[in-house]
Structure formats: structure tokens, C-alpha cells
């Protein structure tokens, strides 16, 4: 997740060298394809039932932020416009802090959202009725009846 949000966030930064006013689309385009695969690999992990995947995608957060805001100063100084050592500080703080919560937030929805879509498919496999064992079955003479509420 580090190298993906570093290489968009460096992509982006060499898109506004050369075209200034244009760069709205292009950074709207990039967030969305990036929370886009956050969101879709963690519903992943979560319809395939991944042993602690809440807690995998909160230490991948923490790891792509600091990760990335290393990454992008790197890419940033080699690709784009020779960035310094200067803005490594603001990249482990407020880009840091920007990314982990990039990662965190779609992953959660896509942990939430596998999770239902898991739990309605498993419950499909389940719940078909097995005919053999319907047949066996004789019928009640009286039908069930509903529990009073107490009142």
C-alpha cells in the first residue's frame, strides 16, 4: 500500500509540474482509484475470512502512512523536482497522517461489506433444503403455536 500511495501521490505531483490548472481530475481520479483497491483487497480478506483482518489493515495503515511519506520525498526528489530532506518532517506527520487514514477508512468498509456479503453466501450454502431428510419427516398433527408475551 506504501509503494502504491507513494507512486500516486509522486504521479500526480509530475502531472502538476506540467499542467497546473488541470490537476483537479487527475487527483480525484488517483484517491479514487486508491481507495478503490484498499476497499475491494480488504472485502477480499474479509469474504475469504482472514484470521485478524481488523487488525492487519490497522498495521498496514500505520505502515503505508509512514512508509509512503518516505517514499513520496524519494520519488518526489528523483522524478519531479529535486525535493529535499526539508520535506520528509511534514511527509511523517501530516501526509502520514493523511495516508494511514486513506488505508483505514475504505478498509474498514471493505471488512464490513465482506463480511455481510461472506456471511449471506455462507448462509446460501447452508440453509438449502435437504429433500432426503424431508421425506423422512412426518408431519406434525398440531400446528406450532407462538409463544405468549408476557405481559
Do not use: Q
Not at 38 to 63: C, E, K, P, Q
Not at 119 to 131: F, G, K, M, N, V
Amino acid at each position: 500500500m506504501a509503494v502504491l500511495h507513494a507512486a500516486a501521490a509522486v504521479a500526480t505531483a509530475k502531472y502538476a509540474v506540467f499542467h497546473p490548472t488541470e490537476r483537479t481530475l487527475v487527483t480525484a481520479i488517483a484517491l479514487a482509484v486508491l481507495v478503490g483497491t484498499v476497499a475491494l483487497w480488504s472485502a477480499i480478506d474479509a469474504w475469504t475470512r482472514l484470521a485478524d483482518a481488523g487488525r492487519a489493515w490497522f498495521v498496514a495503515s500505520l505502515l503505508a502512512g509512514v512508509g509512503s511519506g518516505v517514499l513520496t520525498v524519494v520519488g518526489k526528489a528523483v522524478f519531479v523536482d529535486g525535493t529535499g530532506v526539508s520535506a520528509l518532517a511534514s511527509a511523517l506527520t501530516g501526509g502520514a497522517a493523511f495516508t494511514a487514514l486513506l488505508v483505514l477508512v475504505p478498509a474498514g468498509l471493505g471488512l464490513f461489506v465482506g463480511g455481510r456479503v461472506a456471511a449471506s453466501y455462507h448462509r446460501l450454502e447452508t440453509d438449502e433444503p435437504d429433500h432426503e431428510a424431508d421425506a423422512d419427516r412426518k408431519p406434525s398433527p398440531r400446528p406450532r403455536r407462538r409463544a405468549e408475551s408476557a405481559r
